[in-house]
């Protein structure tokens, strides 16, 4: 069975087997050095400095990690803009009200850009009231495929003295990212995406400098407590050992295969095939040129075919497909290009989806 859905993906044998390695205690040598591994690994993804950065893990789905990084990185005296434009934004402003963080949302149509005019709007604060201090986005929004634009969010925050807090599950390890913005503080991301490994490890990328001053709001997720003890070659709970040597695993074959441009280029490639092969069978892309990703695309269903016919007939050929969300699950079907997918593999995809048509 060939994974079309966003996570997790088809796994290389290579990282499969990684799996049954030895059984391993945790609080022996050998874990840490796994944990150390994984950690100097994802820094290098994105070429990061070690001194300025702290990859910091956990056993969680990429959620999990979005959870952590928001309830940490939010001070109590802070307030957070929360810039929506799909699912995963609104999942951000729903565990901002489960913490009781002090937070506003901009949420936007989930078919269109983010509206720069509208967020400008939130941040001219009259003088006497309280000032937004953090913005969280979602880079790649899975619900749509669409690729939010972070660089004029950047500049936003640089110009009002904020702080960008990233939700990357599904753009990390692929989608370009600039670390070099000095407002970004943090990306959450999982394993069991772009990276190519198994569910149950995610982490944070955050700088050094936030995790001095982290709140701590949550007990397992609290992520100051993770990098400290990590950096120390400790951690505090039982992790997901064996999802750890399969994140070891897909990162070492990812830098194998030359890093985060080659795997890019690679899914760049493998979603172009599936945009242009479906757009000739007259199934059209959801979004317009310019606004996805190379992660995922959304298309509309065809006329006449519902998301459960076309879902079963290319599951029956060993293509597991993801339906649109809330109200998008009538209009829209999500093919996702990640995990180990060869072109030969789309081209008997679409062979398949053109049987289905006829
Ligand atoms: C997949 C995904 C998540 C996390 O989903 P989990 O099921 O918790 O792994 C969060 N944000 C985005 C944008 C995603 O695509």
Known sequence: MLLLNPGPVTLTERVRRSLTQPDLCHREGEFFDLQDEARERLLATYALDPVEWSAVLMTASGTGAVESMLAALVPESGRLLVVENGVYGERIAEICAQYRLAYARTAGPWMKPLDLDAIRSY??????????????????????????????????????GMNLLVDGVSSFGAEALDFTDSSLLAV?????KCLHGVPGASFVIVRRSALA??????????????????????????????????????????????????????????????????????????????????????????????????????????????????????????????????????????????????
Not at 136 to 143: G, I, Q
Not at 188 to 192: G, K, P, R
């Open 213 to 358: 001053q982290a709140t701590r709001r949550t007990y397992y997720l609290d992520l100051g407590r993770l990098s400290r003890l990590q950096d120390q070659r400790d951690t505090p709970f039982t992790p997901a050992v064996h999802a750890y040597y399969g994140l070891v695993e897909a990162l070492r074959e990812f830098a194998e295969q030359g890093g985060r441009l080659a795997r890019y280029r690679h899914y760049a490639a493998l979603a172009e095939q599936v945009r242009s092969g479906l757009a000739a069978l007259g199934v059209e892309s959801a979004l317009p040129a310019g606004q996805w990703s190379v992660v995922l695309r959304a298309y509309r269903l065809p006329p006449g075919l519902s998301y459960a016919t076309l879902h079963d007939g290319l599951k029956a050929e060993g293509f597991v497909i993801y339906a649109g969300q809330g109200d998008l699950s009538q209009t829209l079907f999500r093919i996702s290009t990640m995990g180990n997918l060869t072109s030969a593999d789309m081209d008997r995809f679409l062979k398949c989806f053109s049987r289905l048509l006829r």
């Open 188 to 192: 959450a991301a999982t394993a069991n």
């Open 123 to 160: 941040l001219d604060v009259p003088s006497g009231k309280a000032r937004f201090t953090h913005m969280a986005v979602v880079h790649h929004e899975t619900t749509t495929g669409r690729l939010n634009d972070l660089r004029p969010l950047g500049q936003l925050c640089r110009a009002h």
